[in-house]
Every structure is written in C-alpha cells, then in structure tokens.
C-alpha cells in the first residue's frame, strides 16, 4: 500500500513516498520524471514510518550533521536503473562522478549515455544522490530538480554557505 507526505526543505517541499512502510520515492516541486501525483498513494502522517526517520534523517543532512544515509530503500526500475542508483550511493559526500565514471564503474564502459537516462529517473532524489552526477568536462549537466538546486547542493555538500 502507498502513502506518501509532504515536508519542508531549503529546496523546497519534497514528496516522500513509501510502499509497504519503505521509502520508495523523494520528489522535489516541478521535477522532471515526477510521476503523478495520483500514484503516490493516501496521504500518511509525517510521524509514521518511514516518513519520521527519513524526515529525521534529511534534516540532519540539511544541517550539515548527516553525510550518509541509513534509510532502507525500494527502488523499483530496471535492473540497469538499479545498478547505476546503486552505483550513485558510492559517491561520496561533497565528491562527483562523471557519467563516463559511473558507466565504467558498471564494467559498461560505452553506456555512459545510458547511464544519464538512469540517472535522471532516479526515484530518490537527495537521498541516492544524483546530483553528484556531472558532465566529462565537469560541466553540471541535466538534473531533474533543475539545474539550480544541483548546483545548491553541490555547493552545500562542498561546505560553501547557501541560506
């Protein structure tokens, strides 16, 4: 069963989603690949699970106090969407990645295009951070949240002062 809450971020409101009790979306207002807002399921309340750990969890980052999250996760995509998401969450914190980078990592070293249709479905935003994500000439390339909130939390993660 899906359910899904609203809280507050400095990048604006986010839509946590979880099905069976696991966090299985973070959307962001006005994001690319967001499904409709009718598949989210009935509204939860923010003190269930796992809406109050991943609440707890995403303010301890935006404080700057968290740099790994521990929060299970269901990923649902293809089996190549969910090797690079994985792939997305050994990239370290304040740290990038190129699209090139990633698709080697994959042992795919040609599927550097691929990976950036991955990455831009990503279904967790933040969390799975596909932000870190970057063009080969470290260009900031295509972000579902927009290109502005990908440079704020790069800009964040690398300790520069954005509020």
């Known amino acids: 069963m899906k ?4 809280i507050a971020s400095p990048y604006g409101p986010l839509t ?3 099905d069976d009790g696991v966090l299985c979306g973070l959307y962001m207002e006005g994001q690319r690949h967001r499904p409709p807002e009718e598949s989210f399921g009935s509204p939860g309340s923010p003190a269930d699970p796992p809406f109050a750990e991943a609440e707890e969890q995403l303010s301890a980052y935006f404080a700057g106090e968290l740099t790994d ?3 299970e996760l269901r990923l649902d995509g293809t089996a ?3 090797d690079v998401w994985h792939q997305l969450t050994r990239i370290p914190y304040g740290e990038t990645r190129s699209y090139g980078e990633l698709a080697d990592a994959l042992g795919k070293p040609k599927a550097s295009r691929a990976v950036g249709l991955a990455n831009g479905k ?3 935003g933040i969390i799975v951070p596909c932000h870190r994500v970057i063009g080969a000439g470290g260009d ?3 972000y579902g949240g927009g ?3 990908k440079r704020r939390l790069l800009e964040f993660e690398r300790g520069a002062a954005l509020f």
């Open 3 to 6: 359910q899904h809450t609203v």
């Open 16 to 18: 946590l989603v979880a």
């Open 69 to 71: 999250f521990t929060l």
């Open 80 to 82: 190549f969407q969910r």
């Open 122 to 124: 990503n279904p967790i």
């Open 140 to 142: 900031l390339t295509g």
């Open 147 to 149: 290109l502005d909130r």
